[in-house]
Structures are given as structure tokens and as C-alpha cells.
């Protein structure tokens, strides 16, 4: 028997097994999404870029942007938001029939951007009642939203869990943020994992078809796979997706800067074969872009669509016990800011989501960690065009600007309406449509 021959042998008792172990109704929303079944082929899936934070960071990955022709999860052609995303799907569906699966997938992480992504599976759930939709998560705040999810139809659910083992787990995640702190080293393993076991039990028993993906990281999780397939299938995960680590030296990632190869097909092959003894494989993963459209087989398309117009995005630097919509708060001890869009149809700023963030300054019982705080929150602001705060030192001033970001303390106590008015204005009257397509956008 062929190589060939042998994985469609070995697709088809992966099949037979997901037919016999599963109910009719199951069986029926595993047959209609692609990525949970290879027999879904002529269904198409779209993933919504909308979820740019990620809460942890893995040593394969590198979240990059306008990377049109990388085919590799975390990678997006242009970010978006709901209003955008909904535009976007609107446009897609009326020309594909096809079309049938929604899913958020990053670029970072669906749940590290929870309201972006609610309002988005919301806006497209209202659009079109009988989409399927599904997330991927890295499951660390997964347990939170279970509920959310399963009261807006989440079926389809697909968590990253990688080992179980923290010591494992220390050589793939520098770090986790989680509950306000940066953890590193076996403390943010173990809090990873732990979380993570606990969402992926809560959403099987919420009733959601619980999909796990495992990197397949030769000389560091390959003895373990079938530690992690036992456990995730007696916690509920219905199929197991083991996928090769990608780790070109020019993705930047820290696996491929350090030489860590990928598996070759025999690895891949015999891990697979290993968790097949406890559930059903995926094994036609194309490890897709966050922005992908079409079916599986087709080569993974961005969305980018003329219908959507990208946007320009302010923050407003807040803290949580202040409730007066005055710009009254210095940019090192905000703890939040108001996210705001300016949407080209009103020529206005529209709301769209508070962000959390840890202090710029923590004071001097903080100086240890200081610096990763301030690294974190400058992170949260990657994808804003201007920020609005009382004042700011000259550091986090520049910092900003060589990210894209730009300060602006010409409001100071003034209410955020007046800026944001004031801001549309600027807008309309310094850039044509055509100009304002070329803006740096979040959507």
C-alpha cells in the first residue's frame, strides 16, 4: 500500500469512528464544517480578523500583518472590527453559496478580545441566523465565556493545547498574562494548562464539539502526545488536530530563530497514529490565516474585500473608577482606555471597546516588573491611530510615535465628545475617500 493509500485508509477509519461514536444531530454539524470533517469539503469557512491581543506567547508564533502571501495561523492581509467584519461576511455570502462556517481565529486570540469578537459572532448571527459559528482560543480565559458562547450558538470550538505537563510547557510559552499579571517560567505553564483543562471540560459539557490542536514540537512535545490526547478526550474534545510546527528561520519566531525544526512525515504520522487510539484526527488542516475565505481545498485566500473601508482608531486613557467622560487621566496611570472608530458613513466616532491594561507606572513596589507592564501596554495599543490622555512623559511619548501611535494632549479636560468631534473634523477635512483608505487601519 501506498503512502497516499494508507492516510485515506487511515482518514476513512478516522471518519467511520466520528459516524459511529457520535448521535445523528452531532454527527450532522460535524459533517457540515470543514474543519471538523474532510467529507464538508464543498463548504466554505471565513475566518473574521477581528482579534488582534493575544494573552500569551508561544515560542512558534509571530503575529505578523500584510503578509498577503503566508499561509500560517496569526497571519492577516488587514485587521477589522465588527461593523467592518459584518460588511465584510455580508458581501461574501451574497456571492457563495458555499459559504456556511464563521469563525474567529487571531490573529491573536479570540477571548483575549472578548468584545470584539461577541459583538462580531452577534452582528453576523443577525445577519444570517443559520451560519455555523465557532472560535479558536488558547483556552486561558476560555472558562469565563462558556456560557456567552453557547447562548450565542457557539457549536464549533477549537482550543491549542500543546502539553499538560508544565515543565513541558515552560519551553513553549515565555509567558502568560492572566488575572492582571505577566507570569513566566512553570507558574504561567501551570496556569495556562490549568485553565485551559478547565474551559475545554465546561464547553463539552455545554454541549460545544470541542476541537484540540496540538503542535507537533520534535525533541519537546512529541513524547507527550499521547499523555495529551487521553486527557483531552476523557474532558470531552471530540477530535484531535496535530499539527507540524512551522519554523522558517524568516517567520522570526523563536523556534525558528533557534533551529527547532518541524517534524517530518514519519513523526507526524505515528503522533497521529498515537492519539488516534482515543479520538477521531484531523489531518487535512491546511493551518490557515486568520483572514482566510473558501473551502479547505482551495489555497487560503485572504478577505480583503473592496466593501470594507478601513478605520481610524483613537483611544482615550481612563481609569476604572472614573466614570465623568473627561480626558482627565495621565497616560502612566491609566488602568483602561475607551476604544473609538471613525466610521465613514456618519463621519463619526462610534464606540467599540473598553480595553484593560496594567499601569504604565506601578509605583516603586513595582520597579522589578515594571518594564514588562509597560512593554504590555503598549502592546494593547498596536492597532490605535491616535491617543488622547492629560498628559504623558517623553518616553511612552516617543515609544508611541516609532509604533504608529500618535499623543495628543491638546483635549486635556475636555470631554471626550468635544475631542471626538473635533477629531471627525480634522479627518474630513484633511483626507479624501481615496486618502482615507490608505490610513493606518485596524479594519
Known amino acids: 500500500m501506498s503512502q497516499s493509500d494508507n492516510t485515506r485508509s487511515q482518514d476513512d477509519s478516522n471518519t467511520k469512528k466520528v459516524s459511529y461514536f457520535f448521535a445523528k444531530p452531532v454527527r450532522e454539524k460535524i459533517e457540515q464544517h470543514p474543519c471538523y470533517s474532510k467529507n464538508a469539503s464543498q463548504y466554505a469557512r471565513m475566518h473574521l480578523p477581528v482579534a488582534p491581543a493575544c494573552n500569551i506567547q508561544c515560542n512558534y508564533c509571530n503575529r505578523k500583518y500584510d503578509c498577503s502571501n503566508e499561509s500560517r495561523p496569526g497571519v492577516v492581509s488587514k485587521l477589522t472590527d465588527p461593523t467592518g467584519a459584518a460588511t465584510q461576511y455580508a458581501a461574501v455570502a451574497k456571492r457563495s453559496d458555499a459559504l456556511t462556517v464563521v469563525g474567529i481565529a487571531g490573529p491573536g486570540d479570540a477571548l483575549a478580545n472578548p468584545q470584539a469578537t461577541f459583538a462580531t459572532l452577534r452582528k453576523v448571527k443577525l445577519h444570517n441566523p443559520e451560519v455555523q459559528l465557532c472560535i479558536s482560543t488558547n483556552g486561558l480565559m476560555l472558562a469565563d465565556y462558556v456560557e ?24 513553549i510559552y515565555p509567558w502568560v498574562f492572566y488575572d492582571h499579571r505577566r507570569l513566566r517560567g512553570y507558574e504561567a505553564a501551570s496556569t495556562l494548562i490549568r485553565r485551559q483543562l478547565e474551559g475545554l471540560s465546561l464547553a463539552a459539557k455545554a454541549g460545544m464539539l470541542v476541537k484540540v490542536n496540538t503542535v507537533l514540537i520534535p525533541g519537546i512535545n512529541d513524547h507527550h502526545i499521547e499523555t495529551v490526547a487521553h486527557e483531552v478526550q476523557r474532558l470531552g474534545a471530540m477530535l484531535h488536530n496535530i499539527m507540524p510546527l512551522i519554523s522558517e528561520p524568516d517567520h522570526g519566531t523563536y523556534f525558528g530563530l533557534n533551529g527547532i525544526k518541524g517534524p517530518n512525515e514519519q513523526q507526524l504520522e505515528h503522533a497521529r497514529k498515537v492519539s488516534g487510539a482515543f479520538m477521531p484526527q484531523m489531518t487535512h488542516c491546511q493551518q490557515c490565516r486568520a483572514d482566510a475565505v473558501g473551502t ?5 485566500s485572504t478577505n480583503s474585500s473592496s466593501d470594507v473601508m478601513p478605520v481610524y482608531r483613537v483611544a482615550i486613557a481612563t481609569k476604572s473608577d472614573n466614570l465623568l467622560p473627561v480626558i482627565d487621566t495621565h497616560f502612566g496611570y491609566a488602568d483602561q482606555f475607551e476604544l473609538y472608530d471613525y466610521d465613514t458613513t456618519t463621519k463619526s466616532f462610534i464606540h467599540c471597546e473598553t480595553r484593560k491594561v496594567s499601569k504604565y507606572c506601578q509605583g516603586s513596589d513595582g520597579c522589578d516588573t515594571e518594564e514588562q507592564f509597560k512593554i504590555q501596554l503598549l502592546e ?9 490622555c492629560s498628559r504623558i512623559g517623553i518616553t511612552p511619548w516617543r515609544q508611541l510615535e516609532k509604533q504608529g501611535v500618535t499623543p495628543n494632549v491638546d483635549y486635556a479636560f475636555s470631554t471626550h465628545q468635544e475631542a471626538l468631534q473635533a477629531t471627525a473634523t480634522r479627518i474630513v477635512q484633511s483626507l479624501s475617500d481615496k486618502e482615507l483608505k490608505h490610513v493606518r487601519n485596524y479594519g
Open 148 to 171: 456567552e458562547l453557547r447562548e450565542l450558538g457557539v457549536d464549533h470550538l477549537t482550543i491549542t493545547i500543546n502539553c499538560i505537563d508544565p515543565t513541558i510547557g515552560m519551553q
Open 296 to 300: 479547505l481545498g482551495e489555497a487560503c
Open 380 to 388: 494593547a495599543l498596536h492597532d490605535v491611530n491616535e491617543l488622547f
